[in-house]
């Protein structure tokens, strides 16, 4: 079955740019839209964004201005970038894949990302 | 944005008892053309990834226990565990896949 896997620096310096990558396996990235999720310390859920294979995107317009996701079908792998961080960037971030009924389904285990000096 | 509203923030049921999560969005994520609601519903256990449970509001995902259940139409929603086990514990999320940008609930901590 397919299963995702993050992975990136745990710790980003204020003002620079966290850089995230989603590995797909056990399926293609191709026919499907692709999600980046956080969740801060202790709280809930705020959806980023999402990809379709062919690079077409959808941003949530919290964080449009500072966020790019990309896609490498060759490596079976998707990106998130988000730029000009600050200590309330600091979070899980998930990648996960839409689910074609709805929802998101399967998700990646996470990946903490603190932003500090 | 849509938001989506749950309550209670946190639930104390006894094992074998039955628990209710509601939640209500802002508007209604009932697609009249093909009367479906654009909800899901998630279990999230510490240290883990959410787990999706139910889409279009009352279809339950593969695997998921049949004591969960679904309901709820429009703006108004319910999670329902009819016999509250002890692997239940968890927080539960719903989320409307409606319209960008998808939003999700505050999280309702279940407990034993």
């Known amino acids: 079955q397919v299963q995702l896997q993050e992975s990136g620096p745990g710790l980003v310096k204020p003002s620079e740019t966290l850089s995230l990558t989603c590995t797909v396996s056990?399926?293609?990235?191709?026919?499907?839209?692709w999600s980046w999720i956080r969740q801060p310390p202790g709280k809930g859920l705020e959806w980023i964004g999402h990809?379709?294979?062919?690079?077409?995107?959808n941003y949530n317009p919290s964080l449009k201005s500072r966020v790019a996701l990309s896609v490498d079908t060759s490596k079976n792998q998707f990106s998130l970038k988000l730029s000009s961080v600050t200590a309330a960037d600091t979070a899980v971030y998930f990648c996960a894949r839409v689910y074609s009924y709805g929802g998101f389904d399967p998700w990646g285990q996470g990946t903490l990302v603190t932003v500090s000096s | 944005d849509i938001m989506m509203t749950q309550s209670p923030d946190s639930l104390a049921v006894s094992l074998g008892e039955r628990a209710t999560i509601n939640c209500k969005s802002s508007?209604?994520?009932?697609?009249?053309?093909?009367?479906?609601?654009?909800l899901a519903w998630f279990q999230q256990k510490p240290g883990q990834p959410p787990k999706l449970l139910f889409y279009w509001a009352s279809a339950r995902e593969s695997g998921v226990p049949d004591r969960f259940s679904g309901s709820g139409s429009g703006t108004d929603f319910t999670l329902t565990i009819s016999s509250l086990q002890a692997e239940d514990v968890a927080v539960y999320y719903c989320?409307?896949?409606?319209?960008?940008?998808?939003?999700f609930g505050q999280g309702t901590k279940l407990e034993v």
């Open positions: 056990g399926g293609s990235i191709r026919n499907d839209y």
């Open positions: 508007q209604s994520v009932l697609y009249s053309s093909n009367k479906k609601n654009y």
């Open positions: 990809i379709f294979y062919s690079g077409s995107t």
């Open positions: 989320q409307q896949y409606y319209t960008t940008p998808y939003t």
